[in-house]
C-alpha cells in the first residue's frame, strides 16, 4: 500500500482576547505594545499581512460550520481578516470595550454607527461645532431620510437636558470639539442619558484625545468613534475609522450593518495603523508636552488675541478637562488680533510648520477652519458654534518644540 503524501497542516490563527486578564492589568503605555497581538503559523512577531480577499475551508462541513457561526474562522475580508481583527483587538483594549470594529474611514465609522441606531422619525442631539463631514453628514444626508438633529453646544449640560425629546435615540458628541477644543462633560451627559424615559445612546468621537488621554466608555459613553486617520496611526498615511462599543449586544447589530454596507479597511491600512499604535503613548506625551509649550508661547504673544487649550487655566472649561483627559493633547486653536488678514500672512509664512487639514501626525499642521475644514458652514452657523475668521488651528506635532515656536515667531513677525 502506497503511503498517503504528507500535507501541510493549516494552523489556527489565535488571537489574544482584547479584556482577558492578561492583558488587562498591563498599563496602557505597555497594552499599545502588546495588545491585538496574535499567534500565526510560523511565530512571526508581530501581525502579519493577509492581503487576501477569501478564505479556503478545509471541508463542506467547516465551511457550513463557519458561515452558522457555530465554528470560529474567516470566510471573506469584508466579513473578518486576521490582520484587522489584531487592531480591533487592540483598540478595543486600550478602550476597554468588549469589541471594536474597523473601518475605512472616520466617517465610514460614524456612518455605520448612524445607520445602525437610527431609524425614521428619531431625533438626534449633536454638537453644534463638529467636524465638517460630520455636520454635513447629519444636516444633509440623515434629515433626507426622516431623522431629526438638534445641534445644541453640549458643554452646556442645560442646553443638552432641554434639548431631550421623547423621541431622542442617540447623543453625539466631540470632546474637544473640532476645531474650538470645547470640552463637553461625558459623565454628566452619560448619567443625563441613562436617567432618561428613553433609552439613548451616548456616543463620543475621541478623535483629538486617543484613549492614552481619555477613555469616553470609562466616563459612561456607550460608543466610542476614531477617526485613526490621526493619533492612532500617527504618521499622516492612512485614512481608517474605528467603532468601539462596551455591550455585545449593540457591537454585534453594528458588525452585521458594517459587513453588509462593505465600509471595512483594508488589510494592509489595518496593518499601518497597528504599526503606528505601538508608539501612541510615546507619541502623545510628545504632542502634549509640545503644546502646553506653545500654548504658553503664543498666550504671552503681543499679536495673539486668544488661545484656547485645554491645559490652559484660561480655557472656560479647563477644570472639567482636568477632570476627564489625563494631558492636555496636541491641538490648539488661537486667534490674531489682525484676523483673516493676519491669520492668512502667518499661515503663508510658517517653513516648520506644514499648511494642510488633518491632524494628530508627528509633524505640525495648521489650517484656517472656516475657510477650509468648516467652509461649508453658513457665517450664522460659523458663529454660533465659534469657528470665528479668527480662529487658526494648530496641530502640534514631535518636533523640537523650541523648533516649533521660532517658526511661529518668526511668521508671526511678518503677519
Not at 466579513?79 to 476597554?96: F, Q
Not at 474611514?105 to 449633536?126: E, K, P, R, W
Not at 508627528?362 to 475644514?373: D, K
Request: charged share 20%; aromatic share 6%; proline share 4%.
Amino acid at each position: 500500500m502506497k503511503k498517503k503524501p504528507k500535507t501541510n497542516k493549516i494552523r489556527t490563527i489565535k488571537h489574544h482576547k482584547p479584556n482577558c486578564n492578561k492583558i488587562s492589568k498591563l498599563a496602557i503605555d505597555t497594552l499599545t505594545v502588546h495588545a491585538g497581538g496574535m499567534q500565526d503559523a510560523y511565530g512571526a512577531v508581530v501581525p502579519p499581512i493577509y492581503q487576501v480577499s477569501t478564505f479556503r475551508f478545509k471541508n463542506v462541513n467547516q465551511g457550513v460550520k463557519i458561515f452558522q457561526g457555530t465554528q470560529k474562522g474567516y470566510i471573506y475580508t469584508r466579513l473578518g481578516n486576521p490582520t484587522i481583527k489584531t487592531l480591533e483587538d487592540c483598540v478595543a483594549s486600550l478602550e476597554n470595550g468588549v469589541g471594536a470594529l474597523a473601518c475605512a474611514s472616520g466617517m465610514a465609522a460614524i456612518n455605520t454607527v448612524f445607520q445602525t441606531l437610527l431609524s425614521q422619525g428619531d431625533h438626534v442631539i449633536c454638537g453644534n461645532v463638529l467636524y465638517g463631514a460630520t455636520t454635513s453628514l447629519l444636516k444633509n444626508i440623515l434629515t433626507k431620510f426622516g431623522v431629526e438633529i438638534s445641534p445644541v453646544d453640549t458643554s452646556s449640560l442645560k442646553e443638552c437636558q432641554n434639548a431631550i425629546k421623547s423621541n431622542t435615540r442617540l447623543i453625539f458628541l466631540e470632546t474637544p470639539a473640532n476645531p474650538t477644543l470645547a470640552i463637553s462633560d461625558i459623565s454628566a451627559i452619560a448619567r443625563l442619558a441613562s436617567n432618561s424615559s428613553n433609552k439613548i445612546i451616548l456616543v463620543v468621537d475621541n478623535t483629538f484625545c486617543s484613549p492614552i488621554i481619555q477613555k469616553p466608555l470609562e466616563l459612561g459613553a456607550d460608543i466610542v468613534i476614531h477617526s485613526m486617520t490621526k493619533y492612532l496611526n500617527g504618521h499622516a498615511d492612512v485614512v481608517a475609522g474605528m467603532i468601539v462599543v462596551k455591550d455585545q449586544g449593540l457591537f454585534d447589530k453594528l458588525r452585521t450593518v458594517l459587513n453588509d454596507t462593505g465600509g471595512i479597511i483594508d488589510p494592509l491600512q489595518a496593518f499601518l495603523v497597528h504599526r503606528g499604535i505601538k508608539t501612541l503613548a510615546l507619541r502623545m506625551e510628545r504632542h502634549s508636552f509640545n503644546a502646553l509649550k506653545v500654548a504658553n508661547y503664543l498666550q504671552d504673544h503681543p499679536k495673539v488675541k486668544w488661545v484656547r487649550y485645554p491645559w490652559l487655566k484660561s480655557h472656560p472649561h479647563h477644570s472639567v478637562a482636568k477632570k476627564q483627559m489625563k494631558a492636555g493633547g496636541g491641538m490648539i486653536s488661537f486667534g490674531l488680533k489682525g484676523g483673516f488678514k493676519a491669520a492668512k500672512s502667518l499661515m503663508n509664512n510658517v517653513q516648520l510648520c506644514t499648511l494642510a487639514v488633518s491632524l494628530g501626525g508627528v509633524e505640525t499642521l495648521i489650517e484656517h477652519p472656516a475657510s477650509m475644514t468648516h467652509f461649508h458652514l453658513s457665517p450664522k452657523d460659523r458663529i454660533a458654534a465659534g469657528i470665528t475668521d479668527d480662529l487658526v488651528r494648530l496641530s502640534v506635532g514631535i518636533e523640537n518644540v523650541n523648533d516649533i515656536i521660532k517658526d511661529l515667531d518668526q511668521a508671526l513677525t511678518k503677519s
